[in-house]
């Protein structure tokens, strides 16, 4: 098999380059012509780093050469979010305001992937800050989705879904705070997974809702998705949040069979605004797990509807805390050095923030405002547990959820971007897995007539990756349920 081949799945580059079938910096070269070839017409990074990539992958071969063993991810081309640190290379979160900013540190999971001997290609564009379901909200360039370059790739992890899906790497980093990694996935016909809250550490994430952020993995298929969280996943004593807990292996439980699980589907999921065509392909992809052995049950989450504004109550309230921090001082950007500190904050904050991010600004000031705190920020916390509770009480009775990962297909670029709120119902699907801190991923289960990917979310109680994994997997392996890579970019 050819480099070019083999650059598919991360297990089979993985594998051959531990067992010596192929040299990394082999694989490194073939990334970098692709990114040549691809990088103009998607546009899905804002850094790529050629120095570090090929000399990451000679030091894997090196290693080799050495007799040491390889890590799991042994010479696989690996893309992360900009909203990640890593050391010495810029880092922007797609905002004006951290231009020219380089880390002094790597993010615990970026040092994780090198620790596994990844090789990390460079930085994928983003919505600023996060911010956003359609990348558009990035200060310097829209990115576009491989499977229809005139239309949106998700976001805000929009250039993670997207070089991965035209392959110009085999796996990414995302971060997930609403749906950024699986609404993406699911536009772009990948595997997206947001890991349980807590379950990755967020140290060297730039925090956008603290609450909710969670870093998780793009790839090609779901057995990769499920190497790199075994890598990514674990206890981290420079986050408060990481939870201690021991790591399943994710990779052995994508050949579980699923037999006997017990699946429920979310009524509220499949309500007014759902296109018809992602229902019938994820009815479609339920039938086939009934056809595995899987039962298929009825379940309802009253609380669903409440999500959109629960979340975008929280998650602003959280980013208008943490983005205090950008003020022209410590980090990037600073206008009119030689005014009072005052106008210089201000001036550095008007011309470093997009608009996106000071309507969140704004809106996240106005709910933790005296006089508007109990009424806003409270009852959102509230409800939050209210959500919470719908899906305790739901794995009660199944052991997982299927449902839609978004109501519609990738639609066009520009086509939301004049009204905010359209933009915030796209995250319905996703929005509740992630008040509830619970692991949930999209896995490709369909095309729609028009030749765009419809993604399956599958949601499992917290920790139980392992099981969301499995049934992603025995969908993927199911003839009916394939999608594989966009023509344009095979
Ligand atoms: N689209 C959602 C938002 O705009 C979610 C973003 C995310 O998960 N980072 O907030």
Redo the contacts with the bound molecule.
């Keep these: 098999m050819t480099v070019s081949e083999s650059l598919d799945s991360i297990v089979r580059i993985a594998e051959s380059v531990r067992s010596g079938g192929c040299s990394a910096e082999a694989i490194a070269r073939e990334t970098l012509s692709r990114v040549e070839a691809r990088e103009p017409s998607v546009r899905a990074f804002l850094h790529v780093d050629h120095e570090g990539f090929v000399a990451a992958a000679r030091a894997v071969d090196a290693k080799r050469a050495r007799g040491e063993e390889l890590g799991l991810l042994a010479g696989v081309p690996i893309a992360i979010k900009d909203a990640l640190c890593m050391k010495g290379v810029p880092t922007t979160a797609a905002s004006r305001i951290l231009e020219g900013y380089k880390p002094v540190y790597d993010a615990t999971v970026v040092a994780r992937l090198r620790a596994a001997d990844a090789t990390l290609v460079g930085k994928t564009n983003l919505d600023e800050f996060?911010?956003?379901?359609s990348n558009e909200n990035s200060a310097f360039a829209p990115v576009h989705n491989p499977w229809d370059l005139s239309r949106a790739p998700g976001?805000?992890s929009g250039g993670s879904a997207a070089a991965v899906s035209s392959r110009m790497c085999l796996g990414s980093l995302g971060?997930?705070?609403?749906?950024?990694i699986r609404q993406p996935a699911s536009f772009c016909g990948i595997v997206g997974v947001k890991p349980t809250y807590g379950r990755v550490s967020r140290y060297g994430l730039i925090a956008?809702a603290s609450s909710l952020d969670q870093v998780g993995p793009f790839a090609t298929d779901v057995r990769g998705a499920a190497r790199m969280l075994r890598v990514l996943a674990g206890h981290d004593p420079h986050d408060a949040t990481s939870l201690d807990a021991p790591v399943d292996d994710y990779e052995a439980a994508c050949d579980r069979p699923v037999a006997g699980l017990r699946v429920g589907i979310p009524r509220e999921y499949f309500g007014p605004g759902l296109d018809p065509e992602v229902d019938m392909a994820v009815r479609r992809a339920i039938s086939c797990l009934e056809q595995y052995g899987c039962t298929v049950k009825p379940v309802s989450m009253p609380h669903t509807k409440y999500a959109v504004a629960t979340y975008y109550v929280l998650?602003t309230a959280e980013a208008s805390s943490n983005l205090a921090r950008f003020d022209g001082v410590r980090f990037g950007l600073r206008k009119e050095p030689d005014h009072d500190l005052r106008s210089m904050y201000g001036a550095t904050r008007d011309a470093g923030f997009g608009p996106e991010v000071k309507r969140r600004i704004l809106l996240g000031t106005f709910v933790l405002s005296s006089g508007f705190y109990d009424a806003y920020y409270l009852k959102a916390q509230k409800v939050r547990t209210l959500i919470t509770r719908d899906f305790e009480a739901a794995f009660q009775e199944v052991d997982v959820l299927c449902a839609p990962t978004a109501p519609t297909t990738a639609f066009r670029l520009g086509e939301k971007t004049h009204d905010p709120l359209a933009m915030y119902l796209s995250?319905i699907d996703t929005l509740p897995a992630s008040l509830a801190g619970i692991p949930a991923l999209s896995v490709p289960v369909g095309l729609s007539a028009n030749g765009l990917p419809i993604g399956l979310q599958v949601m499992a109680p917290h920790l139980h990756e392992a099981r969301a994994f499995a049934v992603a997997a025995a969908c993927e392996r199911h003839d009916a349920l394939h999608v594989g890579a966009p023509a344009a970019f095979p």
């Design positions: 996060a911010m956003g379901s976001g805000s971060s997930d705070t609403g749906g950024s956008f998650a995250d």
